[in-house]
């Protein structure tokens, strides 16, 4: 995203079927600058820039207001996505091979730090925003961390790195923001050597290049990148930079037929090559989702288009008309980019996981009679911004174009979100996918997953490891990843991660991990999948057929097998055939298993004992196998409404179930509101064995009051034969909003002082400090003393006087003065007017205080904006006694002597008894003096010799007031 302040070729004997006669012509040509040569990168000073001011500026640019919900209610799949994974695999991998720390916000200072990488045969090389840093493959720090606008002469660091390993070549390739405006900046090792110089081009483009992605193709470098409004995909002249020469050419193409997606950034994504073989003259390929939740989408499918280069002739270059692969519904719209969408523990803030985009990077590689290119997005599996990772995997021939070999959704229901995935296929075809985790419970951490060429189709397999767990939360601002990067190995085995996790809270890091799915053993048989049987009606007398992997490098043969149900041994058995290496091979118990207990769950496991097997973690495997009852439905979830502000009139959504074996149709659903009338409809269906549906009752419920609803949602099936599972309930409360702003950086109110209220507060982004209390007469005037930790504050107060939860125009008490006007991080204490007009509603109110930074507070008190606070109080509005008004009118005048001593002089009316107190800013009263009147004021020394520098409240007033007088002095 964008920051402010970052050959020898060896050919397949088979070509590409075309898919489309219709092309077009690039759209623009662009020749690049050179540079220059860098020194070696292993010769370049080490990173000492202090970059924390950018992170405020990044989040700015990032907040635009174009970005929007899903615009067709209708889309599919209507809130449950049913390509999710029911049977999760288990299979056990060798371990991490390599796991170490990547970069830090300690070494970079920005967010998000963009993690990239990429191994080549001797390096790792990875870059963040915005440094570089080289590691050997054991994780040991040979180059940096290295400015990458030092790096690569350009004199900025802008952001958005890529980092690629060109195997076709033996070259590196680094990329990122360039220092002109609308540029970016490429270099190309000059050797195989990652430590030594490079080649360095920038390119100029009409519009921003937000989100550059790139990858490695024979005939270019293909770059995708968020340009205004547009869908484009750029040809980078490869051949040309490898040489070190002088103009290499960017050719750029429109996506045709290509609809937007306003929800976030533009992201079409170029295939990229793993491996060294391809088909003879096969072109570049683009691919983009397209979700029928997006204006102009009737399906939810994914686009490709073919790119064929001439780079002698650019102008005979074409881009050909999509071809047009539905997939299953999906939905790729979450909350607005830039508002957070996963939950974090402990705090309001959440954070981005980016949708509507392809993952970063969609890999492609080329197999004796097929070519395969694995693609991943995140999808919402429930409507509720929990987000599981979709995986496709298109395959293509000589005669055949891409379609859909198979696609499933990775979201194990255990309630935390999946996202940031990236994935890639070995030189077996067995697929990677890593990814981050988070939730409402769980830190955001890295972990990975895959499956083995031959498993059961759509179904990650291997066990889920951890990379590295989540130690901490991010809280002032929603940015993660960008993005993540996984590639492969030039060995074509090993899945080369790095994504960002926390490793403390608001302090990032990424992590570089290793990880093999070919175990590289010779003697290697596990069980990888239970064919049957299935849940649904059971017998006495049921068959257990189950796939049994070679994972090993030699061929295999009598391979004993155990099975055991609920850990009894029931049969052991040998398979007798052979399995070669890499193939699976079926077998069929003789002995078969009793299941015939209705509503019973049973524990099935199938091990091999290969003897001298060099790696058994993957012996077993385990599958829990229901007998199903034949008449069973129930309510799983309400989904919808969920607790907030700004409640009424609300649809209220469930998830239904068929725990059962029968389809059901037309049963009754219904909803009860805190005990109340049950309001009941029909479910028309058809809901198949073991489907959830998402149901919304037409009749909408009132939620408009303030406070708790009790939300029960059942079903009603006749003869159903398992009434526990048949409702559900929630609580759903109809708050007052709290906006959460950003105050990170000293923004909003590190002091909040009127009348009897004196509260040093700390960063809560929106503070509840209703429990204090501030007497206030009508047609009065208070002084407010607000200091702040950031200039170019705005503060607005309200008083609710009507108490209808609403702040309207006309119970703004402070509006918008500004403080520290033009200035940045510092201590600012600024005293202004609280106005209480007159004939206002007596008795105790909320009032509300915000900030924004660099303009004025909305007139809409719930509008969170980027930067400041929100903290409630209350406001008790009463009749003041007179000597209330006569301290509340009077001036109290404090004139410093020598910066350690001040004389206090309070003029008023006031004849009663007075004290002064003196308060820190942490709130903690230092002294209580009584003053003395002296004809019409009340004087006093104030001595400070014992206090520390800083600035301190002298607040004034009577024994028995509620009024107060408050001014601050400073001790130097």
Same mark, same amino acid.
């Given at each position: 995203?964008?920051?402010?302040?970052?050959?020898?070729?060896?050919?397949?004997?088979?070509?590409?079927?075309?898919?489309?006669?219709?092309?077009?012509?690039?759209?623009?040509?662009?020749? %690049?600058?050179?540079?220059?040569?860098?020194?070696?990168?292993?010769?370049? *000073?080490?990173?000492?820039?202090?970059?924390?001011?950018?992170?405020?500026?990044?989040?700015?640019?990032?907040?635009?207001?174009?970005?929007?919900?899903?615009?067709?209610?209708?889309?599919?799949?209507?809130?449950?996505?049913?390509?999710?994974?029911?049977?999760?695999?288990?299979?056990? #991998?060798?371990?991490?091979?390599?796991?170490?720390?990547?970069?830090?916000?300690?070494?970079?200072?920005?967010?998000?730090?963009?993690?990239?990488?990429?191994?080549?045969?001797?390096?790792?090389?990875?870059?963040?925003?915005?440094?570089?840093?080289?590691?050997?493959?054991?994780?040991?720090?040979?180059?940096?961390?290295?400015?990458?606008?030092?790096?690569?002469?350009?004199?900025?660091?802008?952001?958005?790195?890529?980092?690629?390993?060109?195997?076709?070549?033996?070259?590196?390739?680094?990329?990122?923001? %360039?220092?002109?405006?609308?540029?970016?900046?490429?270099?190309?090792?000059?050797?195989?050597?990652?430590?030594?110089?490079?080649?360095?081009?920038?390119?100029?483009?009409?519009?921003?290049?937000?989100?550059?992605?790139?990858?490695?193709?024979?005939?270019?470098?293909?770059?995708?990148?968020?340009?205004?409004?547009?869908?484009?995909?750029?040809?980078?002249?490869?051949?040309?930079?490898?040489?070190?020469?002088?103009?290499?050419?960017?050719?750029?193409?429109?996506?045709?037929?290509?609809?937007?997606?306003?929800?976030?950034?533009?992201?079409?994504?170029?295939?990229?090559?793993?491996?060294?073989?391809?088909?003879?003259?096969?072109?570049?390929?683009?691919?983009?989702?397209? /979700?029928?939740?997006?204006?102009? @989408?009737?399906?939810?499918?994914?686009?490709?288009?073919?790119?064929?280069?001439?780079?002698?002739?650019?102008?005979? =270059?074409?881009?050909?008309?999509?071809?047009?692969?539905?997939?299953?519904?999906?939905?790729?719209?979450?909350?607005?980019?830039?508002?957070?969408?996963?939950?974090?523990?402990?705090?309001?803030?959440?954070?981005? +996981?980016?949708?509507?985009?392809? =993952?970063?990077?969609?890999?492609?590689?080329?197999?004796?009679?097929?070519?395969?290119?694995?693609?991943?997005?995140?999808?919402?599996? &429930?409507?509720?911004?929990?987000?599981?990772?979709?995986?496709?995997?298109?395959?293509?021939?000589?005669?055949?174009?891409?379609?859909?070999?198979?696609?499933?959704?990775?979201?194990?229901?255990?309630?935390?979100?999946?996202?940031?995935?990236?994935?890639?296929? /070995?030189?077996?075809?067995? !697929?990677?996918?890593?990814?981050?985790?988070?939730?409402g419970s769980l830190k955001a951490g890295i972990r990975y997953t895959g499956r083995f060429d031959g498993d059961p189709l759509g179904q990650m397999t291997v066990a889920e490891t951890?990379?590295?767990?989540?130690?901490?939360?991010?809280?002032?601002?929603?940015?993660?990843? /960008?993005?993540?990067?996984?590639?492969?190995?030039?060995?074509?085995?090993?899945?080369?991660?790095?994504?960002?996790?926390?490793?403390?809270?608001?302090?990032?890091?990424?992590? !570089?991990?290793?990880?093999?799915?070919?175990?590289?053993?010779?003697? &290697?048989?596990?069980?990888?999948?239970?064919?049957?049987?299935?849940?649904?009606?059971?017998?006495?007398?049921?068959?257990?057929?189950?796939?049994?992997?070679?994972?090993?490098?030699?061929?295999?043969?009598?391979?004993?097998?155990?099975?055991?149900?609920?850990?009894?041994?029931?049969?052991?058995?040998?398979?007798?055939?052979?399995?070669?290496?890499?193939?699976?091979?079926?077998? #069929?118990?003789?002995?078969?298993?009793?299941?015939?207990?209705?509503?019973?769950?049973?524990?099935?496991?199938?091990?091999?004992?290969?003897?001298?097997? $060099?790696?058994?973690?993957?012996?077993?495997?385990?599958?829990?196998?229901?007998?199903?009852?034949?008449?069973?439905?129930?309510?799983?979830?309400?989904?919808?409404?969920?607790?907030?502000?700004?409640?009424?009139?609300?649809?209220?959504?469930?998830?239904?179930?068929?725990?059962?074996?029968?389809?059901?149709?037309?049963?009754?659903?219904?909803?009860?509101?805190?005990?109340?009338?049950?309001?009941?409809?029909?479910? +028309?269906?058809?809901?198949?064995?073991?489907?959830?549906?998402?149901?919304?009752? #037409?009749?909408?419920?009132?939620?408009?009051?303030?406070?708790?609803?009790?939300?029960?949602?059942?079903?009603?099936?006749?003869?159903?034969?398992?009434?526990?599972?048949?409702?559900?309930t929630t609580e759903i409360e109809n708050i007052l909003c709290q906006p959460f702003l950003n105050c990170e950086f000293g923004d909003g109110f590190q002091l909040f002082s009127v009348? $009897?209220?004196?509260?040093?507060?700390?960063?809560?982004?929106?503070?509840?400090?209703?429990?204090?209390?501030?007497?206030?007469?009508?047609?009065?005037?208070?002084?407010?003393?607000?200091?702040?930790?950031?200039?170019?504050?705005?503060?607005?107060?309200?008083?609710?006087?009507?108490?209808?939860?609403?702040?309207?125009?006309?119970? @703004?008490?402070?509006?918008?003065?500004?403080?520290?006007?033009?200035?940045?991080?510092?201590?600012?204490?600024?005293?202004?007017?609280?106005?209480?007009?007159?004939?206002?509603?007596? %008795?105790?109110?909320?009032?509300?205080?915000?900030?924004?930074?660099?303009?004025?507070?909305?007139? /809409?008190?719930?509008?969170?904006?980027?930067?400041?606070?929100?903290?409630?109080?209350? *406001?008790?509005?009463?009749?003041?006694?007179?000597? &209330?008004?006569?301290?509340?009118?009077?001036?109290?005048?404090?004139?410093?002597?020598?910066?350690?001593?001040?004389?206090?002089?309070?003029?008023?009316?006031?004849?009663?008894?007075?004290?002064?107190?003196?308060?820190? +800013?942490?709130?903690?009263?230092?002294?209580?003096?009584?003053?003395?009147?002296?004809?019409?004021?009340?004087?006093?020394?104030?001595?400070?010799?014992?206090?520390?520098?800083?600035?301190?409240? @002298?607040?004034?007033?009577?024994?028995?007031?509620?009024?107060?007088?408050?001014?601050?002095? !400073?001790?130097?």
């Open positions: 995203m964008k920051l402010k302040k970052l050959l020898f070729v060896a050919c397949m004997l088979f070509g590409l079927g075309a898919y489309s006669q219709e092309t077009f012509p690039p759209d623009e040509v662009i020749v %690049g600058t050179f540079i220059g040569k860098t020194i070696p990168l292993r010769d370049f *000073a080490l990173q000492e820039e202090n970059l924390d001011q950018t992170i405020k500026e990044i989040r700015i640019v990032q907040n635009g207001s174009r970005y929007h919900e899903q615009v067709n209610a209708n889309a599919l799949p209507m809130g449950i996505d049913q390509t999710v994974q029911k049977n999760f695999g288990n299979i056990q #991998t060798r371990a991490i091979e390599q796991n170490f720390i990547g970069a830090s916000s300690s070494e970079s200072g920005f967010v998000p730090p963009d993690p990239t990488g990429a191994a080549g045969p001797n390096h790792y090389v990875h870059a963040v925003n915005s440094i570089v840093k080289i590691f050997d493959k054991t994780g040991n720090l040979v180059v940096g961390p290295v400015a990458l606008g030092t790096f690569l002469g350009i004199g900025s660091n802008s952001g958005d790195p890529i980092v690629l390993y060109d195997q076709l070549a033996d070259r590196w390739f680094v990329s990122e923001f %360039g220092s002109l405006n609308n540029s970016l900046a490429i270099g190309v090792s000059e050797t195989n050597d990652p430590t030594g110089a490079y080649n360095v081009y920038q390119y100029t483009f009409g519009s921003f290049p937000d989100y550059p992605h790139y990858s490695v193709w024979h005939d270019a470098y293909y770059l995708t990148a968020n340009i205004g409004t547009t869908n484009k995909v750029y040809a980078v002249e490869r051949d040309v930079m490898l040489a070190g020469g002088a103009n290499p050419k960017i050719v750029g193409f429109p996506l045709p037929g290509a609809t937007q997606n306003t929800n976030t950034v533009l992201s079409p994504e170029p295939a990229n090559l793993l491996g060294t073989t391809y088909p003879a003259d096969v072109p570049g390929y683009v691919t983009y989702l397209q /979700d029928d939740g997006w204006s102009g @989408v009737t399906f939810d499918h994914l686009k490709v288009w073919e790119i064929d280069l001439d780079w002698n002739t650019t102008s005979n =270059s074409t881009i050909s008309a999509p071809l047009e692969i539905p997939t299953a519904p999906f939905n790729s719209v979450f909350a607005p980019f830039g508002s957070g969408d996963v939950a974090q523990p402990g705090t309001n803030q959440k954070i981005d +996981m980016i949708g509507g985009i392809i =993952s970063y990077a969609p890999n492609y590689r080329s197999f004796a009679g097929h070519n395969s290119w694995v693609i991943t997005f995140n999808t919402d599996i &429930d409507g509720n911004d929990t987000s599981g990772i979709r995986w496709i995997e298109l395959r293509n021939d000589a005669s055949n174009p891409w379609s859909i070999f198979q696609e499933g959704t990775y979201a194990p229901a255990d309630g935390n979100s999946r996202f940031m995935g990236s994935a890639g296929m /070995d030189a077996a075809g067995n !697929i990677g996918l890593a990814f981050n985790i988070a939730s951890e990379i590295i767990p989540g130690a901490g939360v991010q809280t002032f601002t929603n940015r993660f990843g /960008d993005y993540s990067h996984l590639t492969l190995d030039p060995d074509n085995f090993t899945f080369w991660h790095t994504a960002e996790y926390f490793s403390s809270d608001n302090n990032w890091r990424t992590q !570089i991990a290793a990880f093999t799915l070919s175990g590289g053993f010779a003697k &290697d048989v596990g069980v990888n999948a239970l064919i049957q049987p299935e849940n649904g009606i059971l017998t006495n007398a049921e068959t257990v057929e189950v796939s049994i992997r070679n994972f090993g490098t030699a061929a295999q043969a009598n391979i004993p097998l155990e099975l055991r149900v609920d850990g009894n041994l029931i049969a052991s058995e040998t398979f007798s055939g052979s399995i070669a290496a890499g193939s699976t091979a079926n077998y #069929t118990f003789s002995q078969t298993i009793d299941l015939s207990n209705p509503g019973q769950t049973y524990s099935i496991q199938v091990k091999s004992n290969l003897a001298g097997d $060099e790696f058994p973690a993957n012996d077993p495997f385990t599958k829990d196998i229901t007998h199903l009852l034949a008449n069973d439905v129930g309510a799983l979830e309400i989904t919808a409404p969920i607790s907030g502000s700004g409640l009424g009139n609300e649809t209220i959504t469930a998830t239904i179930k068929n725990f059962g074996a029968n389809t059901q149709s037309n049963f009754n659903v219904q909803y009860v509101i805190n005990g109340g009338t049950p309001v009941v409809e029909t479910f +028309m269906g058809p809901i198949d064995s073991e489907q959830e549906m998402s149901y919304s009752f #037409t009749q909408t419920a009132d939620f408009t009051a303030l406070g708790v609803y009790n939300v029960t949602v059942s079903t009603s099936l006749a003869g159903d034969a398992n009434a526990a599972n048949d409702a559900v009348a $009897e209220i004196n509260n040093p507060s700390a960063c809560e982004g929106y503070g509840d400090f209703t429990n204090l209390v501030a007497n206030l007469a009508p047609d009065s005037t208070n002084e407010l003393t607000i200091t702040t930790g950031y200039g170019d504050q705005f503060v607005k107060v309200w008083i609710d006087f009507n108490d209808d939860s609403t702040f309207t125009a006309d119970e @703004v008490v402070v509006d918008n003065v500004e403080i520290a006007s033009g200035q940045g991080q510092g201590t600012y204490t600024v005293t202004m007017d609280l106005v209480v007009p007159p004939g206002v509603a007596m %008795g105790p109110h909320r009032m509300r205080a915000k900030t924004n930074w660099n303009g004025q507070v909305p007139a /809409d008190a719930c509008e969170e904006t980027s930067f400041g606070e929100t903290e409630d109080y209350t *406001a008790n509005i009463g009749t003041l006694g007179v000597n &209330d008004f006569s301290i509340s009118k009077g001036d109290l005048i404090i004139t410093s002597e020598n910066n350690k001593n001040f004389e206090i002089n309070f003029i008023t009316a006031y004849e009663g008894t007075a004290y002064l107190a003196i308060y820190n +800013m942490l709130g903690q009263q230092l002294k209580v003096k009584m003053l003395d009147k002296i004809g019409n004021s009340f004087k006093a020394k104030l001595d400070m010799r014992e206090a520390a520098s800083g600035v301190y409240l @002298v607040r004034v007033g009577g024994q028995y007031t509620k009024s107060f007088k408050t001014a601050r002095i !400073i001790v130097k």
